[in-house]
């Protein structure tokens, strides 16, 4: 099971939890867990959010694979000068 | 052994391809295009800070012989108040129009209110003048912490701060609340020996590009518009333009000239919309060209701040707890770079118990815009500062108590993920071991050390490669190139391909001619566009291979690339003479027609940045003057694929940041009208001002790129405040903690002002 973790006001915004638990062989599945749990949490993930896959920043993103011990962060966009 | 590769042109300093343009006065500059017909744009700028506008009126001004055009904000389309997705980010686009002309209310002096095109500059200065706008004013807030009370001048009835746990009952200038943090902070505080907090000031900053921003629009009967313009991103003005002014992309071609500077500053559109609209309503080319004093007025500076900072630290130098609120001013409009500016706040250490708390405040003043690495420079400077005063509190040199608690690979930031390979500690340890860093000081001199992390990004980039019936090689790519990225493009296309690299010609086009790429900005483009030139240069390498098996009638596995020839690849595929580039192309109408390598890419994999900078300085009692005597910029600069370009980086990194802490800031009298737009009264540092700046290259190669190579352009902006304010208080055993340290009020902080004050 993939470790997601949100943002404390991601969360806040959807009462939910700041993490969770979710079986999805790729980003794709993980949001669809995700909005199943939350409607609405993947369409502000993808509109807002980047995600921090093991360590490592997409901006964009959809079928990156996960692994069971994969570590996924939920960050905001990063932009820059 | 130096297991490290080992290249034939990537690191090498060959004279840039833009060069000989630049130093001879014939490159295009933003302001240079010139097109028959053409006329000149000017804008009416708003004189108060905060006004709601009663009425317009331009009648005058359109019956001013020579005006061909005169429009307001009633020429654009209405944009709903909702946010949409623009490139990686989403945009309030209502904010956006409303900064470009102002609608309903001016929130800024110097906001845009209406615009003029004429046959020459001063026809449509005196038409500006001939416009008549009737204001409300109103109350007006300059200050963040002052915009923050309740009984603070409300700029936005639409704005309730988010990121509260209810949505509050009335609008306020807070735009939004952010927390980010990680273990336990008050237990982390109790575990600690010593705890500092300090309360810091840091003024609104410029990004001072020396061109300022200017463009040329040309909009034809058949709907298509060609736009010319300076831009760190020609493909993101068009889409802001097109959103804006609700265009079709495929109607708008825009060029981007050669840029004189940007630094974060020219990824934002205020020009460009008003140059279209101007030149569709009178028919004929409009060149806009902002004056320096426009350019302090309205384009966006990054913000100032207030920072509040508590750290803890136990006897032996561990760091425990840090603990940071920030107050960042956004200008007119939601939108600081305080998301970043916490989430980079502590990044560089390896702690356990963090919490940042951050505002994003609205105030009568121009939207801020990125500036190298925004957000971070502001926060790292506070946290950078109560580190020194840590160490020293604890009696351990600085550099020992950032190697002790430095943040290396597997380390989780306090905002989420484990870093990668980084070479921090590396470039700490060189910092350590330097000439510099032990060499004897003055009377009256200090030395100071600071340190800083900024993220780094990828996005989208395309690139082609099109090999020429001579076998040279044109290099297309999509980014514009603000610090010598076509060097460097050139670079990684010559190893790739193995050819040297004056047989290369990068350039870069237009919207109309190549895919998406997003703007040069976030150290992406030598990561990114390098990453995507590569992938061209290897698809190339495909096609020759393919080409050369033909012309020798063997499989195209039996064909290897080696220092830009085919060859067989053993004896058994035949006994053939090595096909060069030019071979190949030469029958390349015979084998298939044209060679041209392509790539488009989403490059993920930025690896983030980190440097320390060690500074020295002497302070003059008498005056306050603080002189820069010696400065190293200390940097992991993954690879660096043209060593000259990367430690201008670092050079202009520093030269920019001294310039934040010791001179910069806006002035406001009391009406919030700038009283210093222009360089003689905004005082930047010029070469006299300051040593040669010193770099040290530390190369811990980016594993996600083909050469390793991580963004430079932005992490030498984020020490030099802290470094500098660490060094005079070094110096003068007084710790300064308001920016910019200037005269006045170094002299006020040594009890010493004579004539001077804090004003």
């Given at each position: ?20 638990e ?10 669809e ?30 079928l ?18 | ?21 630049k ?26 800070a ?28 209405e ?34 209110v209406?615009?003029?095109a ?7 200065e ?5 416009i ?27 704005i ?50 020396i061109?300022?921003?200017a ?39 825009v060029t ?49 701040a ?117 070479g ?10 330097s ?70 010609k ?114 003059d ?67 006299s ?55 006045p009020?170094?002299l ?12």
């Open positions: 099971m993939a470790r997601v973790v949100l943002p404390t006001s991601v969360a806040r915004q959807f009462a939910a939890a700041t993490e969770f979710v079986a999805a062989a790729n980003v794709r599945a993980m949001l867990a995700l909005d199943t749990q939350h409607p609405g949490l993947r369409r502000e993930i993808e509109d807002t959010m980047a995600l921090a896959i093991d360590g490592e920043i997409y901006q964009d993103y959809m990156e694979p996960l692994q069971p011990e994969s570590e996924v962060f939920v960050v905001p966009k990063i932009g820059g000068g | 052994m130096d297991d490290a590769p080992h290249y034939k042109f990537v690191g090498t300093r060959p004279i840039r391809p833009d060069g000989v343009e130093v001879t006065g014939r490159a295009a500059y933003g302001a240079d295009m010139v097109l028959p017909g053409m006329l000149h744009g000017r804008v009416l700028r708003s004189p108060h905060h006004a709601r506008i009663k009425s317009i009126d331009t009648s005058a001004a359109e019956k001013l012989s020579g005006v061909k055009a005169v429009m307001t904000a009633a020429d654009m389309p944009i709903p108040n909702e946010l949409a997705p623009a490139g990686e980010m989403m945009v309030n686009f209502r904010e956006v129009s409303d900064n470009i002309l102002a609608r309903t209310k001016v929130l800024y002096d110097g906001h845009a209406a615009a003029v004429a046959t020459s500059p001063s026809i449509a005196a038409a500006c003048k001939l008549k706008v009737e204001y409300e004013v109103l109350p007006h807030v300059i200050d963040p912490v002052a915009a923050m009370a309740d009984d603070a001048p409300v700029l936005h009835d639409h309730f701060t988010e990121g509260l746990p209810e949505k509050p009952s009335k609008p306020s200038n807070v735009a939004k609340r952010i927390e980010i943090g990680t273990g336990d902070i008050e237990a982390g505080f109790k575990d600690a020996d010593v705890v500092i907090e300090r309360e810091f000031n840091t003024a609104a900053v410029h990004q001072g590009y061109e300022p921003h463009c040329l629009a040309n909009f034809t009967f058949d709907g298509q518009t060609t736009l010319f313009c300076s831009t760190q991103g020609h493909f993101v003005v068009r889409a802001i333009c097109a959103k804006v002014l609700q265009m079709e992309l495929s109607r708008l071609r981007a000239s050669e840029i004189g500077g940007g630094f974060g500053g020219k990824t934002v559109v205020y020009l460009e919309p008003l140059s279209i609209v101007l030149s569709r309503k009178s028919g004929r080319p409009v060149k806009m060209v902002m004056s320096r004093e426009d350019v302090f007025r309205a384009s966006g500076p990054t913000s100032g207030n920072v509040w900072v508590k750290m803890g630290i136990k006897k032996d130098g561990t760091l425990v707890a840090g603990e940071a609120v920030l107050k960042y001013q956004a200008g007119a409009y939601p939108g600081s770079p305080v998301q970043p500016g916490c989430m980079c706040a502590f990044a560089p250490y390896d702690m356990a118990n963090v919490k940042v708390v951050g505002y994003d405040v609205v105030t009568n003043r121009p939207k801020v815009a990125a500036y190298r690495a925004p957000g971070a420079p502001i926060s790292e400077y506070a946290v950078e500062s109560v580190v020194d005063e840590l160490a020293k509190a604890v009696g351990i040199d600085p550099i020992d108590v950032r190697i002790k608690n430095a943040a290396k690979e597997g380390t989780r930031a306090a905002y989420g993920p484990k870093f990668g390979p980084i921090y500690l590396d470039l700490l340890n060189k910092v350590k071991e000439e510099h860093y032990k060499a004897p000081l003055g009377k009256n001199q200090g030395r100071g050390i600071a340190a800083g992390f900024w993220f780094n990004i990828g996005g989208e980039s395309c690139a082609t490669i099109n090999i020429n019936e001579d076998g040279t090689i044109g290099l297309v790519e999509g980014s514009p190139d603000i610090g010598g990225s076509r060097a460097s493009m050139a670079l990684m296309a010559a190893e790739t391909l193995g050819v040297s690299t004056d047989r290369i990068p350039i870069i086009a237009d919207t109309a001619s190549l895919g998406y790429t997003f703007l040069t900005g976030g150290s992406r483009t030598t990561f990114a566009t390098g990453m995507a030139v590569t992938q061209a240069a290897q698809n190339a390498i495909q096609q020759l291979r393919e080409r050369a098996a033909k012309i020798w009638d063997i499989p195209v596995e039996a064909v290897e690339w080696e220092d830009g020839f085919a060859r067989p690849t053993s004896s058994n595929a035949g006994d053939f003479e090595p096909l060069s580039i030019g071979d190949i192309a030469a029958k390349a109408g015979k084998t298939g027609g044209p060679i041209v390598g392509r790539a488009e890419i989403n490059a993920a994999g930025a690896a983030p940045g980190f440097g320390a900078h060690i500074c020295d300085v002497e302070v009692e008498e005056t306050g003057r603080v002189t820069v005597t010696r400065y190293t910029a200390v940097q992991d600069v993954g690879k660096a694929i043209h060593p000259s370009y990367v430690e201008g980086q670092l050079q202009g990194g520093a030269a920019q940041g001294i310039g934040w802490a010791l001179n910069e800031e806006y002035i406001y009298d009391k009406n919030g009208k700038l009283d210093n737009p222009g360089f003689l009264d905004y005082r930047m540092p010029v070469a001002d300051l040593p040669m700046i010193e770099t040290i290259l530390v190369e811990c190669p980016n594993p996600n790129h083909p050469y390793g190579v991580r963004g430079v352009g932005e992490t030498p902006i984020i020490p030099p405040m802290a470094a500098v304010a660490n060094a005079v208080a070094a110096a003068t055993g007084v710790r300064m903690t308001d920016l910019p340290m200037s005269p009020k170094v006020a902080a040594l009890g010493n002002a004579n004539g001077g004050g804090d004003d």
